[in-house]
């Protein structure tokens, strides 16, 4: 298996355009999350799927942000607009089922954000 | 919410010996516990994990300690290696919630 995949790897924008961060999960895995990484505030969830449905969007910083996964092998993450302090290291991750979220997570290798 | 908290420290060492990183967490619910390893420019890379009804669990050259008394977590790598090198974090997470990460703690392994 190739992992989860994300694309593309870097991004840059200028303030105000329309961002989207792809990601596709492991073949099978039921759950699907988006983080964002910066060095002030480390690891934050933004918000997880299971079987395509969001659970808890309460990491979505604000509305400017929005995620939709269309079928069990996609999933975006859209800024729009973006934001200087947008930028950032995305991370989509995805786990098998167990019942529940609480279950190991495979990290993709990330999209490294920068709005000027 | 209550979080997984770190000092951040920087830990260096020198190729061959041990490395214990620590980590404190905080919610007294969290019942399932996971070290991630993230080299520079990668995702976080799953280690090891370890659920509250146990103490202690061993990996390949890894092993997590859980103290659930102080809400205290640690990683021990025997023989570190130049491979090593990397932020490391710890998170935590209870029963039907979502993970907890701390914000890491940097590895450097001195030749």
Request: hydrophobic share 35%; aromatic share 10%; proline share 6%.
């Amino acid at each position: 298996d190739a992992g989860v995949i994300q694309s593309p790897r870097h991004e840059v924008t200028e303030m105000g355009q329309e961002v989207t961060l792809r990601c596709k999960p492991i073949s099978g895995h039921d759950y699907l999350f988006w983080y964002r990484q910066t060095m002030m505030r480390g690891l934050e969830l933004l918000i997880y799927f299971n079987n395509n449905v969001p659970i808890d969007d309460s990491g979505m910083p604000e509305d400017r942000f929005s995620a939709k996964m269309p079928n069990a092998s996609f999933s975006t993450l859209k800024i729009q607009p973006s934001e200087p302090r947008d930028s950032a290291v995305y991370f989509c991750a995805s786990s098998p089922n167990s019942g529940s979220a609480q279950e190991t997570q495979y990290f993709g290798p990330g999209t490294r954000l920068l709005v000027l | 919410g209550e979080s997984v908290g770190l000092h951040l420290p920087t830990l260096s060492v020198q190729e061959g010996d041990n490395s214990i990183i620590n980590c404190a967490y905080s919610n007294s619910a969290s019942d399932y516990f996971i070290w991630y390893k993230q080299e520079s420019g990668k995702g976080p890379q799953f280690i090891i994990d370890i659920r509250s009804n146990m103490d202690k669990r061993q990996g390949q050259r890894v092993t997590v300690l859980l103290n659930k008394t102080v809400k205290h977590l640690s990683l021990q790598i025997a023989a570190t290696q130049p491979g090593d090198s990397a932020v490391y974090f710890c998170a935590e997470a209870n029963y039907g919630q979502n993970f907890v990460f701390g914000p890491g703690t940097r590895l450097s392994v001195l030749p």
